[in-house]
């Protein structure tokens, strides 16, 4: 019976290499035919060193979706010869989890063969689900391998979570998922117009698994219809998208047009900027970054709340993804635009930075210096500091800059929005 199983295996094995999907088709083999992650896999990284040496305890990989975290599971029990069982929190329950570990057991004691139990969106299950593993995990029956695209700390048990590594996976970059279809043409033995490709890496927004499958849309699209090549117009028609197309001068020119848009106060255009970059596969991380830059360059202390809505829109854009997030950055660009502007955070960092650069730096002036350890008050560090805390008010006017700096002031309000100017600069407006 059991010899008929592993025949039967063997055969839907070959079947789904010849016939499968494109994407599971380029499941790499080898850690080495890995693409993206070096800062985990590269040699000599640390993960690739655990999984080489065999010293893999369990682990949480989080990340995007297709940035390899299945692949990842699969190599480590391939290279360490153990069995890999695969479950999904979406579909299994505490009585799944619960033979898997008594299998895993019974292997473990029959076989002397260790077992790898990749669990895709472990997020999903709930703290009793959880905690059924938590004995064997510790015990090191079995090593769990969990995947999620949440944050961890929020989603993943506290006790399961300090009993596995963590990894954090990132979106795969558009020149390795060139290198990926690239790859993936030559083994279809395909071909694809430059244009094309570079259109569906930029889509893809770091996600191996959308690029190939998009591709493989694509290369049935153009054999339908007789070309030898994929064509632009079939990248397009596979992802349902039209190709907004600008060179990477024109990239730099309209990213600059959003984010004047946005400094004058203009939303519609903010907006009609920020659908442009989207619609042409702008990565959203990518706005999202110069949203958080231009809330503290542009807005600044006229508006300090800016900064937290452009923070937020940056981690929808990373918990969320698209194309739910492209609402969050409207909400982002729609704030930014209508909120006063001061520039006074640009201006007052660039004075300080500018002394600094050109100027002696000059002591710690002796009653800031560090005073808690043995000996220090022989020296004089500390002596003659007040502690604010302990005056009428929470402040007291004292030195906190070197002598030749003294009485230069940085920091000069625009009087736009909260921004305020103060006539006399005490406790709430930044004394020296």
Same mark, same amino acid.
């Given at each position: 019976?059991?010899?008929?199983?592993? =025949?039967? @295996?063997?055969?839907?094995?070959?079947?789904?290499?010849?016939?499968?999907?494109?994407?599971?088709? *380029?499941?790499?083999?080898?850690?080495?035919? *890995?693409?993206?992650?070096?800062?985990?896999?590269?040699?000599?990284?640390?993960?690739?060193?655990? %999984?080489?040496?065999?010293?893999?305890? #369990?682990?949480?990989?989080?990340?995007?979706?297709?940035?390899?975290?299945?692949?990842?599971?699969?190599?480590?029990?391939?290279?360490?010869?153990?069995?890999?069982?695969? *479950?999904?929190?979406?579909?299994?329950?505490?009585?799944? &989890?619960? @033979?898997?570990?008594?299998?895993?057991?019974?292997?473990?004691?029959?076989?002397? $063969?260790?077992?790898?139990?990749?669990?895709?969106?472990?997020?999903?299950? +709930?703290?009793?689900?959880?905690?059924?593993?938590?004995?064997?995990?510790?015990?090191?029956?079995?090593?769990? %391998?969990?995947?999620?695209?949440?944050?961890?700390?929020?989603?993943?048990?506290?006790?399961?979570?300090?009993? #596995?590594?963590?990894?954090?996976?990132?979106?795969?970059?558009?020149?390795?998922?060139?290198?990926?279809?690239?790859?993936?043409?030559? $083994?279809?033995?395909?071909?694809?117009?430059?244009?094309?490709?570079?259109? =569906?890496?930029? =889509?893809?927004?770091?996600?191996?698994?959308?690029?190939? +499958?998009?591709?493989?849309?694509? *290369?049935?699209?153009?054999?339908?219809?007789?070309?030898?090549?994929?064509?632009?117009?079939?990248?397009?028609?596979?992802?349902?998208?039209?190709?907004?197309?600008?060179? @990477?001068?024109?990239?730099?020119?309209?990213?600059?047009?959003?984010?004047?848009?946005?400094?004058?106060?203009?939303?519609?255009?903010?907006?009609?900027?920020?659908?442009?970059? =989207?619609?042409?596969?702008?990565?959203?991380?990518?706005?999202?970054?110069?949203? &958080?830059?231009?809330?503290?360059?542009?807005?600044?202390?006229?508006?300090?709340?800016?900064?937290?809505?452009?923070?937020?829109?940056?981690?929808?854009?990373?918990?969320?993804?698209?194309?739910?997030?492209?609402?969050?950055?409207?909400?982002?660009?729609?704030?930014?635009?209508?909120?006063?502007?001061?520039?006074?955070?640009?201006?007052?960092?660039?004075?300080?930075?500018?002394?600094?650069?050109?100027?002696?730096?000059?002591?710690?002036?002796?009653?800031?210096?560090?005073?808690?350890?043995?000996?220090?008050? $022989?020296?004089?560090?500390?002596?003659?500091?007040?502690?604010?805390?302990?005056?009428?008010?929470?402040?007291?006017?004292?030195?906190?800059?070197?002598?030749?700096?003294?009485?230069?002031?940085?920091?000069?309000?625009?009087?736009?929005?909260?921004?305020?100017?103060?006539?006399?600069?005490?406790?709430?407006?930044?004394?020296?």
């Amino acid at each position: 019976m059991a010899e008929q199983s592993d =025949l039967f @295996e063997a055969a839907l094995e070959r079947h789904l290499a010849e016939h499968g999907p494109l994407a599971s088709r *380029m499941r790499p083999k080898s850690l080495d035919e *890995m693409v993206g992650q070096e800062r985990l896999l590269a040699p000599g990284r640390p993960l690739r060193a655990l %999984i080489e040496a065999d010293r893999l305890s #369990s682990a949480i990989l989080w990340g995007p979706p297709g940035t390899g975290k299945t692949t990842l599971a699969q190599l480590v029990a391939g290279a360490t010869k153990k069995a890999f069982v695969s *479950m999904s929190a979406v579909a299994a329950g505490v009585k799944d &989890v619960r @033979e898997a570990v008594d299998a895993a057991r019974r292997r473990l004691a029959v076989e002397g $063969r260790g077992t790898v139990l990749f669990l895709d969106e472990v997020h999903r299950f +709930n703290r009793t689900q959880q905690d059924a593993l938590l004995p064997s995990v510790e015990s090191g029956e079995l090593v769990l %391998i969990g995947a999620t695209t949440e944050n961890p700390f929020f989603s993943v048990n506290g006790p399961l979570l300090s009993r #596995s590594s963590l990894f954090r996976l990132e979106a795969l970059s558009e020149r390795e998922l060139l290198v990926l279809l690239k790859r993936a043409l030559e $083994r279809e033995r395909a071909t694809v117009a430059d244009d094309a490709l570079a259109l =569906l890496a930029r =889509l893809s927004e770091g996600d191996a698994r959308s690029a190939l +499958n998009g591709l493989e849309v694509a *290369m049935a699209l153009a054999s339908t219809a007789g070309r030898a090549a994929v064509s632009l117009e079939d990248v397009e028609a596979a992802r349902s998208t039209r190709a907004l197309r600008y060179g @990477e001068d024109e990239h730099y020119d309209v990213v600059s047009a959003f984010i004047k848009s946005v400094r004058g106060s203009d939303p519609d255009a903010g907006l009609y900027w920020l659908a442009r970059m =989207l619609e042409a596969g702008e990565d959203a991380r990518f706005i999202a970054r110069r949203l &958080v830059i231009l809330a503290s360059e542009d807005v600044g202390m006229a508006d300090p709340q800016s900064l937290l809505v452009a923070d937020a829109a940056a981690r929808a854009v990373e918990l969320v993804g698209l194309p739910e997030a492209q609402l969050n950055l409207a909400h982002a660009v729609i704030h930014l635009a209508n909120a006063p502007k001061s520039n006074s955070v640009t201006a007052a960092l660039g004075k300080a930075r500018s002394d600094v650069q050109e100027l002696a730096g000059g002591e710690v002036p002796k009653h800031l210096r560090d005073s808690h350890y043995k000996g220090a008050a $022989r020296l004089g560090h500390g002596k003659g500091y007040v502690y604010p805390h302990g005056e009428p008010g929470g402040w007291v006017a004292q030195q906190y800059r070197p002598g030749l700096l003294e009485g230069r002031v940085y920091w000069e309000p625009t009087g736009r929005g909260e921004d305020l100017r103060k006539a006399a600069r005490g406790p709430a407006g930044g004394a020296s």
